[in-house]
C-alpha cells in the first residue's frame, strides 16, 4: 500500500511501506479514527470488566490498587500483560536476573556524554541476548510473568508499563482467592480477542504494521531502537486504547486547573532553520515558517487559551516535566506518536500531573522512521476537545455515517 504524505523540502515523499501507522487515511482529517477509538474502548471496557471485574475488585481491596487508579486502568494492565505474552512470550533464552541489571544500567548511561556509544554497544546487545524467536507453546505461569517483566525492562523500551505491571507480581503470589494459572491464561485470551477485534474496527489505521516490519526487519537489527520500531500491529492498537482509557480517566482533573499547555514534539517542524526560541528545556515557537505544522497548531490553540511548547526528546520531556509535577492549577497535553503516548501518559500520572493526550496523526521523525524526516501533525480540534466540558468534538453526521 503506497502513501503519499505532505511535501517535505519540495518534494513529495511516497513510499510503499511508510508510514506504519496513519490516522487520516483516505480522509482529510483523523476524526473518524477517533470516533471509532471511542466506540471501540467502550467496548474493550465493557467485555473486560464484565469478564475480570472480581478479580479487579479483589486487588483492589487486597491494597495493591489506590483509589488514583480506576477500574479501567487495571483492566488495561490486564490486558498489557496478555497482548506482551502473547507478543514476546519466550524471546528470552539467557539468565534475565543477571543481564537485566547491565542493561538498566547502560540505559542509564545514555543520559551522559557517552550517549552514541553506549546506544551502539544496546543496540548490539540487545540483538544477540533479547532478540531471539519467541516459544509459542510456551505455558503463561508465574515464573514466566516474572521473565516477561525482566525482558521488557531490559529493552529499556517499557519502562512505565513495566512499573505498573510490577504490582501485580506479589498479587498473583500471594494474594489471589483463584488459581493463578487460570487467571493468566484468562489474560492471555482477552489479548487474543483484543487482538482479532482491534484489527476489524481499528485495522485499516495500522495497515502498513506488518509490511513495513517484513521489508525493514534487518535494518533495525542491532539498533538501540529495535525493539521500540519493531512493535506488531495489536501493539499499536493496544496504545491507541490505553492512551483512550488513560484520557477518560484522568479527564476531572485535568479540566479543574485553569491554565492548559499543550506539548509538541520538534518532529512537526518544517523548517530545518527553525526559528524557535529556548526556554529552559522547551522551545516556544517563533511562527518563522506560515506554513509550519507547529506555527498552524500554536496559533489555532491560543484562539482557546492554550499555551504550545515544544519539547526535543524524550530525555528533555521527562526533565520539562519535574518542575509540574504534584500541583492542580496546569494541565498539560501530551503529544506523541501511537507507541510514544502511552508510557508518556504514565510518566505525567506518576507525578501528580493533570493530563490529557493526543496522537501524532502519523509517525516521521529521522531518529526512528525515515532517514529524510517528514513534518507530523496533529488533530487540532481533537486537542481543543479535550479542553472543552463534554470532551467531544462536533461530528458532522457524514463522520458518524462512516464510522458505523
Not at 487515511?25 to 479514527?33: A, E, K, P, V
Not at 486504547?241 to 485553569?258: C, P, W, Y
Not at 499547555?261 to 532553520?273: A, V
Not at 517528514?374 to 467531544?392: H, M, P, W, Y
Request: aromatic share 10%; hydrophobic share 35%; glycine share 6%.
Amino acid at each position: 500500500m503506497k502513501t503519499t504524505l505532505p511535501p517535505v523540502a519540495g518534494k513529495t515523499i511516497e513510499l510503499s511501506f511508510f508510514p506504519p501507522y496513519n490516522l487520516t487515511q483516505n480522509d482529510t482529517t483523523s476524526d473518524r479514527f477517533y470516533f471509532l477509538l471511542e466506540e471501540f474502548t467502550k467496548k474493550v471496557v465493557d467485555t473486560g470488566l464484565k469478564h475480570f471485574g472480581s478479580d479487579i475488585a479483589n486487588f483492589r481491596e487486597t491494597g495493591y490498587a489506590t483509589n488514583k487508579v480506576s477500574d479501567e486502568e487495571l483492566l488495561l494492565e490486564l490486558l498489557m500483560t496478555g497482548v506482551f505474552w502473547n507478543t514476546y512470550k519466550g524471546r528470552w533464552q539467557w539468565n534475565l536476573r543477571l543481564i537485566t541489571p547491565m542493561f538498566k544500567m547502560l540505559y542509564r548511561l545514555r543520559s551522559t556524554i557517552l550517549k552514541s556509544r553506549v546506544d551502539k554497544l544496546r543496540g548490539k546487545l540487545g540483538n544477540r541476548l533479547l532478540n531471539k524467536p519467541g516459544k509459542e507453546t510456551l505455558n503463561f505461569s508465574i515464573d514466566q510473568f516474572d521473565n516477561l517483566l525482566y525482558w521488557l525492562s531490559a529493552t529499556g523500551d517499557f519502562k512505565m508499563e513495566v512499573k505498573a505491571l510490577s504490582r501485580w507480581q506479589d498479587y498473583f503470589y500471594f494474594e489471589l482467592q483463584r488459581n493463578s494459572l487460570d487467571l493468566l491464561e484468562e489474560v492471555s485470551a482477552f489479548a487474543s480477542w483484543f487482538e482479532d477485534q482491534s484489527k476489524i474496527q481499528l485495522g485499516s489505521y495500522t495497515g502498513n504494521v506488518s509490511s513495513f516490519l517484513q521489508h525493514n526487519k534487518k535494518m533495525y537489527a542491532g539498533r538501540e531502537d529495535q525493539f521500540f520500531c519493531t512493535r506488531t500491529q495489536v501493539e499499536y492498537h493496544m496504545n491507541m486504547v490505553g492512551a483512550q482509557i488513560m484520557n477518560n480517566s484522568l479527564r476531572k482533573d485535568f479540566l479543574r486547573t485553569e491554565k492548559k499547555i499543550l506539548l509538541l514534539p520538534t518532529c512537526m517542524i518544517k523548517n530545518k532553520d527553525c526559528k524557535a526560541k529556548v526556554t529552559d528545556n522547551a522551545l516556544i515557537c517563533q511562527h518563522c515558517t506560515s506554513d509550519c505544522n507547529v506555527s498552524k497548531t500554536a496559533r489555532e490553540m491560543k484562539i482557546s487559551g492554550i499555551e504550545t511548547v515544544l519539547i526535543r526528546h524524550s530525555s528533555d520531556f521527562s526533565r520539562w516535566l519535574k518542575p509540574w509535577a504534584n500541583q492542580n492549577s496546569t494541565g498539560l497535553i501530551g503529544t506523541a506518536c501511537v507507541l510514544n503516548l502511552l508510557g508518556g501518559g504514565y510518566e505525567m500520572k506518576n507525578l501528580n500531573i493533570p493530563s490529557q493526550c493526543v496522537f501524532l496523526d502519523y509517525c516521521g521523525c529521522n531518529k526512528h522512521w525515515n532517514k529524510t524526516g517528514i513534518a507530523t501533525r496533529i488533530n487540532t480540534e481533537q486537542a481543543k476537545a479535550l479542553v472543552s466540558l463534554d470532551g467531544k468534538k462536533e461530528r458532522t453526521p457524514e463522520i458518524k455515517r462512516k464510522a458505523v
